[in-house]
């Protein structure tokens, strides 16, 4: 058994490439990424929810409620780990960018705005966060009482992407 599996690992090690993305790569596949992964530690373990994100000056951010077991978690500890990935259906080809970062919460509504509108102009129709907020059944009041802003600022920052081959086709 044993044996078998060194020739199957050896077999996909001559069929796959993987390279390590460069910081322009790195920062264009975190711009254009549509879900994020947020990984935060609880008193249970470990605890890892999708996310709608944005990522400019080197930062990724994203709003959340201000209570919960998320904003619980990263209360506790703010060590967070953020990862993006991609894949094509039969996983041939991938990308995927892992971040060790610290977080921080933003609940001032005046420095939580320009997030907010950088998320509007990414999921949305472009309008301004005012013309948003005012649409009829939206309530700034209430919203801004309880949405908050969560900012990872990266420490470690990895990416990397694979491609599988036809090892016949390589001379």
Do not use: W
Not at 96 to 120: C, H, K, T
């Amino acid at each position: 058994m044993k044996k078998i599996l060194q020739e199957i690992n050896q077999a996909n090690k001559n069929r796959k490439i993987i390279l390590k993305m460069n910081p322009d790569e790195i920062n264009q596949f975190l711009f254009c990424a549509r879900v994020g992964r947020i990984g935060i530690s609880l008193e249970e373990g470990p605890y890892i929810i999708p996310v709608g994100y944005g990522y400019e000056n080197n930062e990724i951010f994203f709003h959340t409620c201000y209570s919960g077991l998320k904003m619980d978690g990263i209360r506790r500890n703010p060590n967070i780990f953020f990862q993006v990935d991609e894949s094509i259906s039969d996983v041939s080809m991938y990308k995927s960018v892992n971040i060790r970062g610290v977080a921080r919460i933003i609940d001032d509504e005046e420095e939580m705005v320009p997030y907010l509108q950088a998320l509007i102009d990414k999921y949305r129709v472009p309008v301004s966060f005012d013309e948003y907020i005012g649409r009829p059944g939206r309530s700034r009041e209430k919203e801004m009482a309880v949405v908050r802003i969560v900012v990872i600022t990266p420490k470690e920052v990895t990416g990397r992407s694979m491609i599988r081959v036809d090892p016949g086709r390589i001379k």
